[in-house]
């Protein structure tokens, strides 16, 4: 009889006991914190609408969405826009179209999915909590963030930056973003 039989999947048996550390850890600071656990979820996401309409997703387009940067395939956040990629390719056919619903939708998710917890903390705390890629990449390390492969794009004092914020906040900076878009 060897080792695997009798087991279902015919794996060996996942070891759990060095998960345990790693699961205390990550309980110990929540139980201890003065944040709700619960209200940092999918409801304290920033607000999608918010992020269509209010020029959000339009100066992230702008100034993060070329071919060059997160308009690719390949990026953990990608980004659709007239200048960049586009969910329906017709080949041979450069769509300069303005960014489609379909699209915006997209830029919501990508954004928003690139670390949920950490953006829903930053709602939940009313930006006080910003050390989270979103926030730090564009900075690049110049600025205070963390590498960037295209460099800083933004400085702390940027409308784009205060665009992104006060999307995150709940009250978003439309003047910001506009500001930010025409830059």
Not at 38 to 50: G, H, I, R
Not at 100 to 126: C, F, H, W
């Amino acid at each position: 009889m060897n080792r695997r039989e009798g087991h279902r999947s015919g794996l060996a048996p996942k070891r759990t006991f060095g998960l345990l550390p790693a699961l205390l850890g990550l309980a110990l600071p929540l139980g201890c914190s003065s944040i709700d656990s619960q209200a940092v979820s999918a409801n304290a996401l920033p607000d999608k609408a918010q992020f269509i309409d209010q020029g959000v997703s339009t100066f992230m387009e702008k100034r993060c969405g070329s071919l060059d940067c997160h308009g690719q395939v390949g990026r953990p956040l990608r980004l659709y826009s007239s200048n960049g990629l586009r969910k329906n390719l017709v080949k041979g056919v450069r769509d300069v179209r303005a960014t489609q619903p379909d699209e915006l939708l997209e830029n919501y998710y990508a954004t928003v999915g690139l670390e949920p917890e950490d953006i829903s903390m930053a709602r939940v705390t009313k930006g006080d909590f910003t050390d989270f890629l979103l926030l730090k990449k564009p900075l690049g390390i110049e600025g205070g963030g963390v590498r960037h492969k295209g460099g800083p794009v933004l400085r702390g004092t940027d409308p784009g930056f205060e665009c992104l914020i006060s999307w995150i906040e709940g009250t978003v900076n439309k003047a910001k973003c506009e500001e930010a878009i025409v830059q």
